[in-house]
DNA sequence: GATAGAAGTGGACAGGACGTCCACTTGTGC
DNA sequence: GCACAAGTGGACGTCCTGTCCACTTCTATC
């Protein structure tokens, strides 16, 4: 009953992926991040990926089931290192004495703008629509902001870290570039949202 | 050349709607509303909407290219009432002498708030992701609060009419109300963003 | 009313994407 | 080098889309 003691101690017994399924893995990954990148990540098919991997659909299939888990594997590392520099990188973005909940959110905002920025194709093909929410991504993000708007005295830190994200939608953030809004504008908007709502008011 | 003098004023000679095609548009409308009230409306097709309205395909197609023009038709008379109001209403709502754009950008917000629980559904099917912003009633909220964000003195009200209006994002709110957040509770949350953005800061 | 022509109708059709299934091939541990 | 698990790829059935066009119904006119 109880497990064999020399096994090693993970719970899953690490069954090794093999050479040309992490070979194709590699294909699929670089493929997609192509095709999201030079056409609206929404019209790429998971045929379009797997014939420009040079894979067959059942392949693909096998690993992952739809377009969004791959644009969410490209993501992932992407998201992790930001979530680090929250987490333990040097303010404002990460926690300091003297940086305030209204700073550190606006260099949230910041550091989002330039993910979004860099990876806004990766980001519509991953989190469209309500696919965002249940994101892992997305559950992060708001418990950071939840976090700000607690230290910041909000009332309901909880529904104003959703309201707070709003802005942050893939979506819009593409809207507005193509319509000529610069990075730096929409950044700038978002500090005064920062300040507007978690700034020590008089 | 010149247009026939005893011809109506009217641009279109007014072509009239034959009385089965009336008949055929309110069954379309009102097949769709009970379909997008009942099911997910990003899972409601064509031809579920032709079938429930007794018609066929063809006719469908004949008025409506897309489920998205069919939820629009369905909003257009909630949204011209709201618009109606923030013109011509009374503060804060409206415009008044001695109302400020932080109580009416809050205002709005709360109008909006009623007009996303009453019809969530129709508004994820019409302004669903990226559609949502070359809706005309966009274009409308947009140059609302835009103009509020003027009156209060804001650096780039252009950008943040943008960034006010996310928190209003159909997804998000369907997203917020069924994770058991009540009604009140955005709406307050979103009062306080207004006044966070637009209030008198000291 | 009868009628001509415009307006409207509906279902068949082709195209494309999805997701599954399974006979075959390839890699890996023994 | 063998056996078998893991991986592969393409054919298949289903669903949805949007178009097309032969047919029907309405309405303006006489």
Redesign the pocket.
Known sequence: MTRRPDLPLAEEPA???????A??RARVLAAAEKLFAERDPASV???DIAKAA??????L???Y???VSIARALLDEHERALQEKLMRGAPPLGPGEDVGPADRLAAFYAAMIDLLETHVHLLLGAETGSARYSTGAYGFWRLHVRHLAQQAGAADADTLADLLLAPLAPELYRYQRENGTSLERISTGLAELAHGTLGSRA
Do not use: H, L, S, V
Not at 15 to 21: I, M
Not at 54 to 59: E, F, K, M, S, V
């Open positions: 069954p090794r992926e093999r050479a040309d399924a070979r194709n098919t998971m045929d040079g894979i067959g659909r059942g392949t299939y096998r690993r089931p739809d377009r």
